[in-house]
């Protein structure tokens, strides 16, 4: 799929103003297929810059948090189950309920991250439901406007070379950073529940 895709299934939501880009990016926090800043950048493009951000922070905050209450209503069904009973899985409670909301708020910061497991993931904690909201919500709205951000200035990268490769180096740099993260707070754990 490519922008242009996007671009002509979003004229289908046109006409439902501004609430057809609020419903793609709720979507695609529900359904992670294509990548968040193709969806960012049509939004933008469609509304501007700052309505564009604000628009895709709220739908993905909704959508996140919606995948959220759904996976804590269902975390006894026997799909939730098996899930919970993965390594993986069990370090990653296993940090949220040991090391507070602070690791969970950097990895949702970092644009590329994996939001959609992190989400279901949280939901298996014994984090409060209000207190994942708010560190969703600004950890959303952090990584929403750096993919708002490069969205826009994806067409700096042919006209200003240097700002371009700065660019690029940022978005470089943030996906490393972030994978070193992540590897920090999921390396082995000497309890797990």
């Given at each position: 799929?490519?922008?242009?895709?996007?671009?002509?299934?979003?004229?289908?939501?046109?006409?439902?103003?501004?609430?057809?880009?609020?419903?793609?990016?709720?979507?695609?926090?529900?359904?992670?297929?294509?990548?968040?800043?193709?969806?960012?950048?049509?939004?933008?493009?469609?509304?501007?810059?700052?309505?564009?951000?604000?628009?895709?922070?709220l739908a993905l905050v909704v959508g996140s948090f919606t995948v959220y209450l759904v996976c804590k209503m269902l975390v006894n069904s026997k799909l939730m189950i098996e899930i919970k009973r993965k390594k993986a899985t069990k370090k990653i409670i296993n940090i949220i309920d040991n090391q507070g909301l602070v690791p969970l708020f950097?990895?949702?910061c970092i644009?590329?991250?994996?939001?959609?497991?992190?989400n279901?993931?949280?939901?298996f904690s014994n984090i409060n439901s209000k207190h994942y909201l708010i560190v969703l919500s600004t950890s959303t709205l952090i990584s929403t406007a750096i993919l708002g951000y490069m969205g826009t200035d994806v067409t700096t990268i042919l006209t200003d070379p240097k700002k371009g490769l700065t660019m690029i180096i940022g978005i470089v740099a943030l996906w490393i950073g972030g994978k070193k993260i992540e590897k920090h707070y999921m390396k082995p754990t000497k309890k797990l529940k």
């Open positions: 799929m490519t922008l242009q895709h996007l671009e002509q299934w979003f004229e289908v939501l046109k006409h439902l103003g501004y609430f057809g880009g609020f419903l793609l990016l709720f979507f695609r926090a529900v359904i992670p297929v294509f990548p968040l800043v193709l969806y960012i950048i049509v939004v933008m493009h469609e509304y501007g810059d700052f309505v564009g951000v604000i628009i895709s922070w950097v990895l949702l644009p590329f991250s994996p939001t959609s497991l992190i279901i993931v949280a939901s």
